[in-house]
């Protein structure tokens, strides 16, 4: 290994700064070594100077874009080969697949991202005021997390229904007919008239909620240290999430930054509990203020989280081809370089978009669908029918496991930003 390259003269690989022993591990040398056989350190005892810092720099990018180059070729035109040349042993052509699936990872949520409009969601939050369809008179309230109902918009609205009856009665007098049917449905169905009065008392309900939500705010404004004592009484997942509401609550209320003003402030117990329903409660707050912030964070966090995802991926692969002679490690070999071809595909389809403002995700996605069966096909060696049946197999899998990811991911990001 030491001496393949020859003796070279130039630079920093002068005979005259060749060493006996290397500088790094002390390992014994020859003078014709120009890298360690130990640890392959270059033997050189020359200063490093900005000429040789920029000269190794371009030269390890050079030889970096060698490797891509194959790996993109071996990758887009040789569907499995490349994963079976690596597990055979031939790897210094080719670039790592974990460093190379996170690069691609990045670079594919990053651009994502930028040509996403996510940014814009912060800018709606602040214009939205809890309106959910226009001439409604249901509100969220976007302070308190929950629904009301905007009593002077329900009147409205009940002015708006009379008169229309009204005129309709005018212009078709045999509309009494039906009306006076409805009121009668008590005699001919009293079900469906317990039905009809549930929905009348629905607003009562909605109105008798609502003054509840009011007395307790008024308690947690008024005496918010007394009101946190009385949910001590609560237990478990009650008990933790009246304390995300106080705290959210709190938040809003005295401007608090931290669970340490919040226990000063009220008295509160410094307990485990009670910093994570702070957090918590001040996690969700930042979602509901800043979403498009919130979404692009947690995009950021997805290259991160397919590191974890793919080798739990794996062991669905293994299991279905535990008699072929591969190791876990091959496996999650192939995982990675077929995961790799798929963000190529999408940096590809992504860049498409957004030069010439079209939609060719679906297209791209299908080619990456044939490209795989042909991996399984090639780097296996099993015929038609049982890769389909497998390739069906794992796809429903990958489906399934990647869905509940995403959904894991989101909600503990949103429960932590």
């Not at 651009?111 to 809890?130: H, P």
């Not at 001439?135 to 229904?161: C, M, R």
């Not at 009065?197 to 109105?207: A, E, K, P, R, Y």
């Not at 595909?345 to 010439?356: A, C, G, H, N, Q």
Request: with cysteine; glycine share 6%.
């Amino acid at each position: 290994m030491g001496k393949k390259d020859g003796l070279i003269t130039k630079g920093r690989y002068e005979l005259k700064f060749r060493g006996v022993e290397c500088l790094n591990c002390g390992h014994p040398l020859d003078i014709s070594d120009k890298y360690c056989p130990n640890c392959s350190q270059a033997n050189s005892t020359k200063k490093l100077t900005l000429k040789d810092f920029v000269d190794e720099f371009f030269s390890g990018l050079i030889n970096y874009d060698s490797k891509l180059l194959k790996t993109l070729y071996a990758l887009l035109l040789r569907p499995g080969r490349i994963t079976k040349d690596y597990v055979n042993g031939k790897r210094i052509t080719y670039t790592n697949p974990f460093r190379f699936l996170l690069s691609l990872a990045f670079l594919y949520f990053l651009m994502f991202t930028y040509n996403s409009q996510f940014d814009t969601w912060d800018q709606d939050a602040q214009k939205y005021d809890g309106t959910i369809f226009n001439g409604s008179p249901f509100k969220f309230n976007t302070d308190k997390g929950g629904f009301e109902i905007d009593s002077v918009a329900l009147k409205k609205q009940t002015t708006n229904t009379q008169k229309t009856l009204d005129s309709l009665q005018r212009s078709n007098p045999d509309i009494l007919t039906g009306i006076h049917n409805l009121d009668s449905i008590e005699n001919v169905n009293p079900k469906l008239s317990k039905q009809l009065g549930g929905l009348d008392s629905l607003g009562v309900f909605i109105n008798g909620i609502q003054e509840q939500e009011q007395k307790k705010d008024s308690f947690m404004t008024n005496d918010p240290s007394g009101y946190f004592k009385t949910l001590e009484s609560e237990s478990g997942t009650e008990k933790f999430l009246s304390k995300t509401e106080f705290f959210g609550h709190a938040i809003k209320q005295d401007t608090l930054f931290n669970f340490e003003q919040a226990r000063a402030k009220y008295q509160i117990e410094s307990s485990r509990s009670n910093k994570m329903a702070f957090n918590m409660a001040n996690s969700i707050l930042k979602v509901i203020s800043k979403p498009g912030s919130w979404v692009n964070e947690t995009i950021s966090k997805l290259p991160f989280v397919i590191f974890f995802f793919m080798p739990v991926f794996t062991i669905f692969i293994w299991l279905v081809y535990i008699r072929k002679n591969y190791t876990y490690t091959d496996h999650l070999i192939f995982s990675f370089h077929n995961q790799s071809l798929l963000f190529i595909l999408l940096i590809l389809s992504l860049t498409l978009d957004t030069i010439f403002d079209i939609s060719s995700s679906g297209i791209f996605l299908l080619i990456f669908a044939f490209y795989l069966y042909k991996a399984m096909r090639k780097f296996y060696g099993q015929g038609r029918f049982k890769t389909i049946v497998k390739y069906i197999f794992l796809n429903t899998v990958f489906m399934i496991l990647a869905f509940f990811t995403i959904i894991v991911t989101f909600a503990g990001s949103g429960l932590t930003y």
